[in-house]
């Protein structure tokens, strides 16, 4: 299946200033298209750290996706970064220029000319109402770091990433874990290929654990969740969804 990686950039992370929502965002539209996001890294505004990650990134997975560092001031360095990740060139975008200068209706400052610096041989992809394109480079996507504008561009672009969809299946239950471990183990060893997540659940009057059954295989899964309602008493099952 494809795989992902997502650089987070940003020191307003790294210090909490700003909760970081981007990340669980993607993970959670990426596992719906069927795409394996892999690694999550929080990184510091500074060029050589971008740029030895993007390469890393950029290696190692399919599809690579940044969020932050795409504004106009001091510490907005991704474009620079992913240019020198490549060996490529800055160069002021007189297409983007325009952009910008119809979306501000003034003149372009430095400020404004510093987010038309895209790396030489960048893709520019026209999204929908954005003003501001998604841009491409290689195989990374560089998205920005406000979380409004971060979810647009990706939903803008999303279908241009496909795997096959997991399929998922949530056990509610009201026993501990330990208490149902060993079922859990021997459903693993009749479905070696079943993604089985638990999680305990503190404070929840309900029940005590959600279990999620995961495989992109839909039959598959259906008769692993089938042997796990044979393996647990029905009355400690609280729902299933």
């Known amino acids: 299946m494809p795989t992902a990686g997502l650089l987070i950039i940003g020191n307003e992370i790294l210090s909490g200033k700003i909760v970081d929502t981007n990340s669980p ?11 394996d996001l892999e690694r999550i890294l ?3 505004d ?17 599809y690579v996706f940044t969020s932050g560092g795409i504004g106009p001031t001091h510490d907005d360095v991704t474009m620079e970064s992913i240019a020198k990740a490549f060996d490529q060139a800055l160069r002021l975008d007189p ?5 910008i200068e119809r979306a501000q209706k003034e003149p372009l400052n430095d400020a404004m000319r510093k987010m038309a610096l895209m790396p030489e041989g960048a893709n520019v992809i026209d999204v929908s109402d954005l003003w501001f394109p998604v841009v491409v480079v290689e195989n990374v996507h560089i998205l920005p770091g406000i979380p409004q504008l971060f979810e647009k561009k990706f939903l803008s672009i999303r279908d241009r990433f496909a795997g096959v969809p997991i399929h998922l299946t949530r056990f509610f239950v009201t026993r501990h874990e330990s208490d149902i471990a060993e079922d859990l183990n021997d459903l693993l060893r009749e479905f070696s290929e079943l993604m089985l997540g638990s ?9 005590r654990v959600m279990l999620t059954l995961e495989s992109r295989d839909s039959d598959y899964l259906k008769r692993a969740s089938d042997s796990l309602r044979r393996r647990l008493a029905s009355e400690i099952i609280f729902r299933v969804e």
């Open 25 to 35: 965002f993607l993970a959670t539209q990426l596992r719906e298209l069927g795409v």
């Open 42 to 44: 929080v990184i510091p």
């Open 46 to 62: 500074i060029v050589e750290v971008i740029a030895e990650e993007t390469r890393r990134f950029s290696a190692d997975y399919d």
């Open 95 to 99: 297409q983007i220029c325009a952009r």
């Open 199 to 207: 999680y305990p659940k503190i404070g929840e009057p309900d029940y």
